[in-house]
């Protein structure tokens, strides 16, 4: 069974950092583009931004590059998503999957960006 657990959300200060977690299990994780995503409410999902599997080469939204960073850690099959310098406006539920795969979502994890 596919399962994916997100954590490490929080309420974070504008300008501040959070390091999420995703951990993965029931495939096989080292041969899977990752990524994560995001819902605001009201909103649409959208994808933050992806890692491929083998070089670990990594695309960003627009909306995020250059403050997150997407990392994964294959032995331990989790991916990791380091925000730095948040915005309010990146307050969502933050999620991970395999990148085009269809299948059920985690549970995501909380992040909010306030003052």
């Known amino acids: 069974q596919v399962q994916f657990v997100e954590s490490g959300g929080g309420l974070v200060q504008p300008g501040g950092s959070l390091r999420l977690s995703c951990l993965a299990s029931g495939f096989n994780f080292i041969a899977y583009t990752m990524s994560w995503y995001r819902q605001a409410p009201g909103k649409e999902r959208e994808r933050v931004g992806t890692i491929t599997p083998g070089s670990g080469s990594t695309t960003y939204a627009d909306s995020v590059k250059g403050r997150f960073t997407i990392s994964r850690d294959n032995a331990k099959a989790t991916l990791y998503l380091q925000m730095n310098s948040l915005k309010p406006e990146d307050t969502a539920m933050y999620y991970c999957?395999?990148?085009?795969?269809?299948?059920?979502w985690g549970q995501g994890t909380q992040v909010t960006v306030s003052s």
């Open positions: 999957k395999r990148t085009n795969v269809d299948g059920s």
